[in-house]
């Protein structure tokens, strides 16, 4: 292999160019220009008023419910697993967790259609303990629950990959200076597993503030989300302007988001060679 | 390695072959209609008849036909816009003008759906399916008198009711029961309309589309704003459904057949057309999905079933001359995006 | 006492992400349309499900794509993972970052952008932009796994297979790709579950009556529960999870054995 074969890279360097950066260039064109072709900001001022904000606003605030939840259920999750001394036993738990990661997003989405419906199980059931009916479609609730049901499995593997890498060692030491286990945890185990739970919230969080599929399907077209505020204005409105405009706003948002996360990442982990 | 890579390989031409044996050599006629608005087997018996593939599609709203087109990122032969929509694309040089003499079956049409000032002389269009906006209720939930859009707004029923995801309906029924024109493009009107809205916004079950039917049929709600077609198949489906057209007054709507400018094959389109029209295709599509025929005699055939003898299917009248049909708004269809989006934004 | 409710919560858990899936499989068998009551055990949604020509068409799209996808972008990922290697620090650096744009941009905003740039090539939207897209967002996938695996490679080798006067097309073929089978191995599965799992994308990308099975869930899922989503999801579920088991199977042999050849 010399550098000549270097060439070999070209093909996928075109292809790059051609269908990863004109498209970001091409949204970026559109959002600012307006519907004759001049430039113009008249998109990002639309989108900053209090009904756009309070849509942006929306999405961010369930997206990051979501993903305490996610973690609050996922993090136990993976720590149990991770203890499980035999090792055929923790496989299969793991297997069994992130198995759902694997069934079509969709499918995931809908079951809870059939459970949470005015006819489903759930209030079905209610009906034959002669209890009220509730509302469980078609609301913010609703939609909260679909997120978290589809993006859990996200935040248990990445903390558990981490906490099976721990070394053992460090909780022995601990304890035989005289921490008791909840100091342990919270002193070495926990901060330890923090690049786990960075992925895992990185993981949550960029597909909860950017789906449009739960709202549109758990949510009744009564919680509209940024990402239902895209599809709505390229599909159905026809404002391809304004949706470029909040695509562009919504990958801003996850790339600030992102650099935030490593940033804290790398922090930490300068704290842990320290520490070593 | 080789072996791996000549797999591959293999596997590839295989592939590649499946696709070449998905597109035969019969001519393909792509038709853009909406949701649950034909029986399937008549798309069956028009490739049968012709020899040819139809590539069929659904869409939800006018408004999403009209962008779709637009975008020039698709070409349909056969479109179903509305009324209104005929007249913005008629505007717009976006629909072909007919030839009527590869159209013979036009003759079963009914007259008064025939010449109306959205598309004058049938230039363009061909009558398909026309009726209502009304509202669906269960009888056993519902039992005062529903003749009024104000019902929807009734607390009585909070969280019972289904409001249609589409701008103009929604907003419609906003502005028929402020008593002002269905078509109104005054700001101060529309503006009343957004907050009567947003208002009844925590009463709404949902904003849907389609899945009215089933909803309904399913108890899942207790009022349901529908087209009267929907209501029609409701009914036939669950006795305990009734349907009204209130009395403030409401929308009569035609959705007509037409070419839009993208078609590359005219001709095949018109028979298309023409096919739509004969006798009995009408009345299989009809008997499907419950819609109001515009072929005189299918209507004529459909009204003998006992779940086509109702006002939902055939209008007195009495209803007629209370509604009307929406009118091309030009640029202040805008004004009802952004009303609409902000409605299903509100918290 | 303790160990105990630890299983107890791990139980509650995954209670919590298979009963929906479980429901949804048992209503498949329900006679009765209606979700409120069991009808008795019926298969007339599979035999709706076989004779829906729709489906058949999404599931012939779904399949197609994925091969296709994951072929094409398997050779092409690999090839330029070598090119890529080659490349200094720098250049390789900045590779890398515009390969990484796929993988963090959202879906959608990948998808709202491919449709934009095949409305602005003029090219009708269908089979073949589905088909780009998908190749697109998988070859990141291919070219992250491919990579390691070439930086891991043992600079000797290619040196000594030089030595024993192999031709540089020999040292790609016998060397090289022998060393790097494993990351082509994982990139090859990631872009094909990638590309059959994929809705948002695919969703802003086709056109022209072709539509993959996840798209044809969502539409019928937005008409409402219909009894055959919950055939065609009971079905699905389970190859998926016959796959999955088999390929579990097929990994755990392989440690075995190379692990008993060590």
New interface residues.
Partial sequence: ???N?????????A??L???????V??GV?SFTNNTGNFSLENFKSFFTP??I??LL?SLYLAFISTVICFI?GY??AY??A?IPSEKTRNT?L???I??M??????????????L?????IN?LLQALSLPQL?L??NSGAVLLGMV?NF??FMIYPIYSILIKIDANYAIAAGDLGANPRQTFMKITFPLSIPGVITGITMVF??A??T??IP??LG???N?LI?N????Q???????HF??AA?LI??TI??IA?QVMNRFDKTQQKNMEMLA | MKKVIGIMCAVLLLAVGLTGCGQSDAQKLYVYNWGTYIDNTVLADFEKENNCKVVYENY??N??M???L??GNANYDVVFPSDYMIEKMIKENMLLPLDKQNIPNLKNIDPKLLNIPFDPGNQYSVPYFWGTLGILYNTEKVTETVDSWSILWNEAYA?KILMY?SQRDSIGIALALLGYSINSTNTDELNKAYELLVQQ?PL?????NDQVID?MI????DLAVVYSGDAVYCMSENDKLAYAVPKEGSNQWFDNVAIPFTSKNKELAEKFIDFMCRDDISLKNTMEVGYTSANQNALKEASKEPAYDNIAYNPTDDILARCTAYQDIGQFIASY?DIW??V???? | MKKAL?NV??YI??L??????L??MV?SFNASK????WGGFTLEWYRRLFMDSNIQSALYYTVLVAILATIISTI??T??S???F??GNRVQKL?LN??Y??V???????G??????FA?MSMRQGFATML?AHI?FC?PYVILSVLPKLRQMDVNL?EAAMDLGAR?MQ??TKV?LAEIKPGIVTGLLFAF?LSI?D??ISF?TTGSGVSN??IY??SM??RG?SPE??AL?TL??LT??LL?FVI?KRNNKKTKITGERI
């Fill in positions: 292999m010399n550098k074969m270097r060439v070999l890279g070209l093909p996928y360097v292809w790059m051609i269908f990863i950066c004109l498209p970001i091409l949204l559109y009904i756009y309070q849509i929306n259920l136990p999750v149990i697993i203890k738990f297997l069994l967790f198995l759902p694997w069934m079509n997003f969709l499918l995931r989405t809908y079951s809870w259609m059939t459970l419906g005015n006819n489903g199980l079905t509302n479609l078609y049901y859990l499995p960029m597909p503030v950017s449009f599929v549109s399907l009744g077209g009564q509209m990402g505020l895209i599809e709505q390229l599909m159905q409105a026809g404002n391809w949706g470029s695509s919504m990958m996850i790339l992102m | 939800a709203s408004e999403e009209y962008y779709k637009k975008s969280k995801d916004k709404v079950l949902a904003y849907v909803m399913g108890n899942e709600a995006a989006t902000k299903k934004a509100a918290q | 630890r919560y791990l858990m995954l919590f992400l298979y009963a929906p899936i429901v949804l209503y209606s979700r409120g009551q092409v990922g090839i330029s070598i090119g890529i080659l490349y590779m515009v390969n744009i796929p963090i941009n959202p879906d959608i905003v990948t709202v952008s491919m449709m934009i740039l602005f780009i697109t070859i290619i540089p040292i790609i090289v579950t799992d809705f948002v802003f099975l996840s869930v969502y899922a937005k529960i989503i919950n999801s699905m579920i998926v999870t999955l579990n």
